[in-house]
């Protein structure tokens, strides 16, 4: 009986390292509060690759020497700017009715392996909210889940903050990707 509610506590103790482990930096011994408000949005990014311009979402602006506006840099993109425009759903299906626009930038920022970083924001529209969402921050791809601030909104968002965890939902070759996103509000108003 012991024995087994120890194994149970060790359980659960793992099961527990297993959630705060799944973000690229957990948030340390204390204990995060509940949102007040929390969204979950796919947004779809289609990769100009020089014969796509009719459905291309984003385009490269800014490439290192060498480097051109069609393809990705080699050395982990770094030096590579690319802005968005691309729609917002509720679900994960590209075709699916956009809710609004996740507009903005992303930079590749280094030499070593993949990471970018985010600055965008979304522009939602729609008939549970209207108001933009305001995100920024540094974004290792390769992580799971990678967690970037929230840092203000307008609308049904005024004056809101909180943290978005985000998940690469589908990434096809270097023209498609796919993003899921969990916005959870801490400070709502
Ligand atoms: C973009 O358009 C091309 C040609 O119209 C099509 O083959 C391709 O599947 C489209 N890509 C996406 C992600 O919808
Ligand atoms: C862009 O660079 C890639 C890789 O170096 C090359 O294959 C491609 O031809 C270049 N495209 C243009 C338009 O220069
Ligand atoms: C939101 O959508 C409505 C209805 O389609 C449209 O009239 C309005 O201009 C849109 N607002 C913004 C800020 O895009």
Partial sequence: MASSAKNCIILVALFLFSISSSSAFPMGKKQRPKPCKELVLYFHDIIYNGNNAGNATSAIVAA???????????????GN?????????LDNNLHSKPVGRAQG??????KNTFTAWLGFSFSLNYTAYKGTI???GADPILVKARDISVVGGTGDFFMHRGV??????????????????????????
Avoid: M, S
């Fill in 64 to 78: 290192p020497h060498g480097a051109n506006l069609t393809i990705l840099a080699p050395q982990f993109h770094f």
């Fill in 105 to 110: 930038l992303y930079i590749y920022d280094t």
């Fill in 134 to 136: 305001n995100f920024i």
């Fill in 164 to 189: 978005a965890t985000i998940v690469t939902d589908a990434f096809e070759g270097e023209v498609y990707f796919r993003l899921r996103v969990d916005i959870k509000f801490y400070e709502c108003w």
């Fill in 81 to 89: 700017i690319a802005v968005f425009d691309d729609p917002i759903t």
